[in-house]
């Protein structure tokens, strides 16, 4: 069973650069899945960020193409969110998952990241 | 873009119920690109159907998905307690690769 864990600071300063890791168990980070990560501000619905293939392929939500970087460390079974230039609509619970047959079959728990000063 | 409304945005029944819920597109999509998933507060969000019709793995047969075009229904046939969440359904666009999810539907015990 796979199983999806995300770890990273809380709380973020407006300006900043937000990053948190996801870390894969029972599964090995090459099996064909696309590595996604997706958030959920308070009150909102569910917004897709974007996601990475293990060998480098990636695609990104527009909306915030030019602020994102995904990343995969095959080593280590993780791959990473860096999002740049956060500020207050960028509070949210951001979730790390797994996408296989046009859907996200897996899910991590989510982690809460607040931006303020 | 393609644009999701769930309805209705909060659905009371009893356990033991029938809930239907409806997921409209503003363009039409095709089957394989349509999920349903079940969101708890304070929990991971669980895929229930892919490819608009197909149970994923563990999901109990109550829950049921049909619709094609721009009209998708997921339907659980008897509520148990623990089906009470919100509901999102998802599409998927290849062109360029876009996952866009509903607003969303709660589910709550009347």
């Known amino acids: 069973q796979v199983q999806l864990q995300e770890s990273g600071p809380g709380l973020v300063k407006p300006s900043g650069t937000l990053s948190l890791t996801c870390t894969v168990s029972g599964a090995s980070i090459r099996r064909g899945t696309w590595w996604t990560w997706v958030r959920q501000a308070p009150g909102k619905g569910l917004e897709w960020i974007g996601e990475m293939y293990h060998n480098g392929n990636s695609n990104f939500n527009p909306s915030l193409r030019s602020r994102v970087t995904i990343s995969v460390d095959k080593s280590k079974n993780q791959f990473s969110l860096d999002l740049t230039s956060v500020t207050a609509a960028d509070t949210a619970i951001y979730y790390c998952?797994?996408?296989?047959?046009?859907?996200?079959?897996?899910w991590g728990q989510g982690t809460l990241v607040t931006v303020s000063s | 873009d393609i644009v999701l409304t769930q309805s209705p945005g909060t659905l009371s029944l009893s356990p033991g119920e029938r809930a239907t819920l409806s997921c409209r597109t503003s363009q039409s999509v095709r089957n394989t690109y349509l999920a349903w998933y079940q969101h708890k507060p304070g929990q991971a969000p669980r895929l229930l159907i892919y490819?608009?019709?197909s149970r994923a793995t563990g999901i109990p047969d109550r829950f049921s998905g049909s619709g094609s075009g721009t009209d998708f229904t997921l339907t659980i046939s008897r509520l148990e307690p623990e089906d009470f969440a919100v509901y999102y359904c998802q599409q998927y666009d290849g062109s360029p690769v876009m996952y866009t999810f509903g607003p969303g539907t709660k589910l709550e015990i009347k």
């Open positions: 490819g608009a019709s």
């Open positions: 998952a797994g996408a296989g047959w046009y859907a996200l079959d897996f």
